[in-house]
């Protein structure tokens, strides 16, 4: 009876793939520790720095660009993170221009050159980046459809950039050019068509933030678009709301001391009201009655972005 002997060629290849993992890695490993060794006295002074490009990043991964990618992604997130927590204060993750992210930009620049098919950084970059450097939040998604040239969501992404600036027909060009990609759906087309015709209309924004909350897979862009929709539709709201102050105004010569006061024309309304009969905003806040000026504001605690 004769044994099988062991195949050497095929366990000297086994040896060599796990040897590749294991330098992968420790490379990984290696790169983050020395990055976090060069951090801490930079951090502490609030004087940033960051110490490595995308291409130098790229090569000291030896060839696990994608683990790398990931690593840097993790970072861009925690920093920013770290920063709102810092800021003790209600932000949107559309205007963070106070909190002086000016490593932000570089970081999505290295994790995009990493891995130039990793898509949600350019999200990331759309949506955060323009409040603190538009035009790196262009040249970013830019650099993303270069590498990604059918990935129709990037000229979704880059036309909302132009869209936030006002720049309503250079958006409508971009959604007309991501239209044209074989696997975009038809909204794209329409999208550039009504930009073009009322691209600062609020109609225009409740499309984008629909669209936005429908397609993203980021669960934080996913609820500033919630809390934009609510937003738009808070300020339809309002207007109503000051035609019904100005009408008991015009009746009675005085602006109502309460809600209640106006329960009848807001029943006929079919507004939600709260137990003391006060309208509701969208996020479930009543609306706070300004007498002395017979104007409408927002709770200070309500979801609804205040600006």
């Given at each position: 009876m004769t044994s099988k002997r062991p195949n050497v060629s095929e366990n000297a290849r086994n040896l060599i793939l796990v040897a590749i993992i294991f330098l992968g890695f420790t490379a990984v490993v290696l790169l983050s520790l020395w990055i976090d060794r060069q951090r801490p006295q930079v951090e502490r002074v609030d004087a940033e720095t960051l110490y490595l490009n995308g291409t130098t990043a790229k090569r000291l991964s030896l060839g696990f660009n994608g683990l790398a990618a990931d690593w840097y992604w993790m970072r861009s997130l925690q920093y920013v993170g770290k920063k709102i927590i810092e800021a003790r204060q209600q932000t949107e993750m559309d205007d963070l221009s106070l909190l002086d992210l000016k490593l932000l930009g570089p970081m999505l620049d290295i994790t995009t050159t990493l891995d130039p098919q990793f898509l949600e950084p350019y999200e990331y970059a759309a949506v955060i980046m323009p409040s603190i450097n538009r035009d790196e939040a262009i040249r970013l998604v830019k650099k993303g459809i270069a590498a990604n040239p059918h990935a129709w969501r990037l000229y979704h992404h880059l036309g909302?950039?132009?869209?936030?600036?006002?720049?309503?027909?250079?958006?409508?060009?971009?959604?007309?050019?991501?239209?044209?990609?074989?696997?975009?759906?038809?909204?794209?087309?329409?999208?550039?068509?009504?930009?073009?015709?009322?691209?600062?209309?609020?109609?225009?924004?409740?499309?984008?933030?629909?669209?936005?909350?429908?397609?993203?897979?980021?669960?934080?862009?996913?609820?500033?678009?919630?809390?934009?929709?609510?937003?738009?539709?808070?300020?339809?709201?309002?207007?109503?709301?000051?035609?019904?102050?100005?009408?008991?105004?015009?009746?009675?010569?005085?602006?109502?001391?309460?809600?209640?006061?106006?329960?009848?024309a807001l029943r006929n309304l079919r507004w939600r009201l709260g137990p003391a009969g006060a309208p509701l905003d969208p996020s479930g806040w009543p609306y706070v009655l300004d007498k002395d000026l017979c104007e409408v504001h927002l709770d200070l605690n309500s979801e609804v972005p205040q600006r």
């Open positions: 909302y950039i132009h869209w936030q600036q006002g720049d309503y027909k250079t958006a409508s060009q971009i959604y007309l050019e991501g239209s044209k990609i074989p696997e975009a759906p038809p909204w794209m087309e329409a999208m550039s068509a009504r930009m073009e015709a009322e691209g600062g209309s609020r109609a225009v924004a409740r499309e984008i933030y629909t669209r936005m909350y429908e397609q993203s897979a980021d669960e934080k862009v996913r609820d500033m678009a919630r809390r934009r929709l609510m937003q738009v539709a808070s300020l339809e709201e309002r207007e109503v709301l000051r035609k019904v102050l100005a009408a008991y105004k015009n009746q009675l010569g005085r602006c109502p001391i309460s809600w209640a006061e106006t329960g009848e």
